[in-house]
């Protein structure tokens, strides 16, 4: 079946320090992949996605790359604020489950001043 | 953006009682909603997803008399938790797909936190 691993957390850091999640998947045919971010309190937001290999999504000034080749969509971010202190989640849709998500276990960033 | 709301966002119950929580869209209508459990520290799984009008559909694994999903509208989908049990002391969120948007366009409520004594 299909599954989404991503790292533990906490993931502990500075601010302006660069920021990545690694997250490889599994998945028959070819799904869509997902970035969503918790806040404390809050519910899940997407932050970006990408549809295909090699799209690049982005927002907020985070960024990951569909790769397929190594079936990973790790994300990224050059320089973290207080702010992104969240519970980041990996996520994929198979092609043809109009809507419904596999989600990997989440990382919980802690971005200190 | 669109606003998805739990209620209650916490409850604690006692040991054979049912427990129903809502799911509401506020400013759109959701053809379908999705019901997650989540444990500590572990991903959201998918119980179910449920659409206007019809039954919903349970993920393997997942027993349908012990969790009654209804969604009576377009805006609302209710999961009741019957002859609750400490083991199913869990976060339960739900997510609303926009009917207007596309198979992405799915927004997540804040979830409910359930501890059965």
């Known amino acids: 079946g299909n599954s989404v691993t991503q790292m533990e957390g906490p993931v502990t850091l500075s601010e302006e320090a660069f920021l990545t999640i690694n997250c490889t998947y599994t998945?028959?045919?070819?799904?869509?992949l997902f970035w969503y971010v918790q806040y404390p309190g809050e519910g899940l937001q997407l932050l970006l996605k990408?549809?295909?290999?090699?799209d690049k999504g982005s927002n907020k000034g985070f960024e990951a790359t569909y790769r397929k080749e190594t079936t990973s969509f790790h994300l990224e971010k050059g320089s973290v604020q207080v702010s992104d202190s969240a519970v980041y989640f990996c996520?994929?849709?198979?092609?043809?489950?109009?809507?419904?998500?596999?989600f990997g276990a989440g990382t919980q960033v802690v971005v200190t001043p | 953006g669109a606003v998805v709301s739990q209620h209650p966002s916490r409850v604690i119950c006692k040991s054979g009682t049912s427990v129903k929580i809502e799911c509401r869209s506020l400013?759109?209508?959701?053809?379908?909603m999705f019901w997650y459990r989540q444990f500590p520290k572990q991903s959201l799984m998918l119980m179910a997803t449920?659409?206007?009008?019809?039954?919903?559909?349970?993920e393997q694994g997942v027993e349908k008399d012990k969790f009654l999903i209804n969604h009576a509208s377009l805006t609302l989908s209710t999961l009741t938790v019957t002859s609750a049990h400490p083991e199913d002391s869990s976060f339960y969120i739900c997510s609303a797909r926009d009917r207007l948007g596309s198979t992405d366009t799915q927004y997540f409520g804040p979830g409910t936190r359930l501890t059965v004594l």
């Open positions: 990408a549809t295909k290999a090699d």
């Open positions: 449920s659409n206007e009008g019809s039954k919903a559909t349970y």
């Open positions: 998945a028959t045919g070819y799904p869509s």
């Open positions: 996520a994929l849709r198979e092609e043809d489950s109009w809507g419904k998500f596999q």
């Open positions: 400013d759109f209508q959701a053809t379908t």
